[in-house]
């Protein structure tokens, strides 16, 4: 990633003052959860989950496939599984011993293809270092596996989307209106103008991140938040800047109507009726023991806060209580999996209907047509962005990318991206911020993920 976010985000860390995100609330999931197409999935007696894949073959999914542990694809997996795996493999640390890693310790990639999974592969370590940082022995890493649970960072924005969206569906929301209109303390200067549109589809004018450090409560630093004015010479509606304060105040826009906590929202009206148990916000106060020791995936241990482990990294969401509309979600590959896969079959999953079929299609239609796009992180990247997702973007897409395909990535590792054109839905989990952020640049990987798949897909 280029200096200019992480030098920022670095200082912000350091001085434990502003947070610039670029990654993201709290369910009470349950212990299994439904798979996507035909990867069913249930629960064992000690509360981990079990896949049940498309030969039909019962697997504890705590054991690596022969394709996550670098053999030939499991039965029932595409011929190009294989291919899947060793391309992630190269990407990790050299040798057990080698101490900096380029790309991550460890990887999970679900790829479905017309609803059923062609690819479910976990490569490398979940945990790899302790603070400071340094190398763990062997015996106290932790192996990945294919149910393995990651911090989803700026991917959680899509599940903010999809909540606020729902509300549009109720009437309770209006696209057009005035953020204000909901939230009487959005005060912040220039702000007036906000639509809510405009909170999804990044053109608000609202910074990155928020200052929230050092203040006496939780209702302070939402106070922070919802005062926060635009950027420098920002117009309202006219440009494309990315910005996680727009999606912190598109959740409280979500808490304000439904009467509920974020992450309450989220399990009553998403990860529930999908059946969703393996996502959620702040998942040490929802999983066992023994799937927080054996699941649950590390990102940062080099920053003030120590090892980071079922705590969310990114800094102003951890300052809210691990619950914020632009961070904070965490969850399996096979359950963001099912997320593209609802949003690709315009709005159902296994028969449940979570978004009406028109608000889907607007969800995914560029919405920023011909407006410029400012972002010194890729001065390459366009404006083309639907309503909480990213569209058309190459660096992360690959030749995967076209005027359809949709998606979006997070500052930890995690991307989400869906073709439809060839009915593919992709949830590439690294752990690439374990456990130094800096080490690494997530997007070779994503896009060279997509550029297999363009070629082996039809």
């Known amino acids: 990633m280029p200096v200019a976010r992480r030098t920022l985000l670095a200082a912000g860390l350091a001085a434990a003052a502003a947070g610039l995100t670029a990654c993201g609330g709290d369910g009470t999931p349950d212990a299994g959860a439904a798979g996507p197409g035909d990867a069913v999935t249930g629960t064992d007696a000690a509360g981990n989950r079990v896949g049940f894949g498309s030969a039909g073959k019962t697997t504890p999914s705590g054991t690596p496939s022969a394709s996550a542990s670098g053999g030939a694809a499991a039965a029932g997996q595409a011929r190009y599984a294989q291919d899947v795996t060793a391309l992630l493999r190269r990407h990790l640390p050299a040798t057990p011993q080698t101490v900096q890693h380029k790309g991550f310790p460890g990887a999970v990639a679900v790829v479905l293809v017309d609803g059923k999974t062609a690819v479910h592969t976990a490569v490398g370590e979940a945990l790899r270092y302790g603070a400071g940082p340094k190398l763990l022995a062997a015996g106290q890493r932790v192996e990945m596996r294919p149910d393995s649970i990651f911090d989803l960072a700026s991917v959680t924005k899509v599940y903010t989307a999809i909540l606020l969206l729902q509300q549009v569906d109720k009437g309770r ?40 450090s050092g ?24 440009t494309f800047r990315y910005s996680s304060v727009g999606l912190m105040v598109a959740g409280r826009i979500v808490e304000k109507v439904t009467g509920q906590r974020l ?13 969703l148990r393996d996502t959620g916000f702040n998942p ?27 705590t969310v990294h990114d800094d102003v969401a951890n300052h809210l209580g ?17 997320i593209g896969q609802m949003l690709l079959n315009g709005g159902t999953h296994q028969g449940r209907r979570i978004l009406a079929a028109t608000t889907v299609r607007r969800m995914l239609t560029n919405q920023n047509s011909g407006k410029p796009a400012v972002d010194p992180e890729r001065p390459n990247r366009t404006s083309a962005h639907g309503l909480g997702v990213v569209l058309n973007q190459s660096w992360f897409m690959g030749r995967l990318a076209s005027a359809r395909t949709f998606g979006h990535t997070g500052f930890a590792g995690p991307s989400l991206l869906v073709d439809p054109s060839r009915k593919l839905v992709l949830a590439l989990l690294t752990n690439r911020a374990h456990p130094n952020w800096s080490w690494s640049n997530p997007d070779p990987v994503r896009a060279a993920l997509g550029d297999l798949l363009a070629r082996e897909v039809d």
């Open 322 to 338: 691990g619950v914020a509309g632009h961070a904070g979600v965490f969850a399996t590959a096979t359950d963001l999996a099912v």
């Open 173 to 212: 929301v209006e696209l057009g209106a005035w953020v204000r209109d909901y939230l009487p303390g959005f005060t912040g200067a220039g702000t007036e103008r906000i639509t809510v549109e405009m909170l999804l589809t990044h053109t608000s004018g609202l910074p990155v991140g928020a200052k929230v």
């Open 284 to 310: 040490n106060t929802w999983l066992s023991g023994s799937a927080k020791a054996g699941r649950l995936v590390a990102t940062d241990a080099r920053s003030s806060r120590g090892l980071l482990r079922g």
């Open 263 to 275: 992450d309450q929202a989220l399990k009553s009206n998403l990860t529930g009726p999908l059946g």
């Open 215 to 238: 203040l006496a409560d939780n209702t302070a630093r939402w106070n922070a938040v919802l005062t926060t004015g635009l950027v420098s010479g920002a117009v309202p509606g006219t």
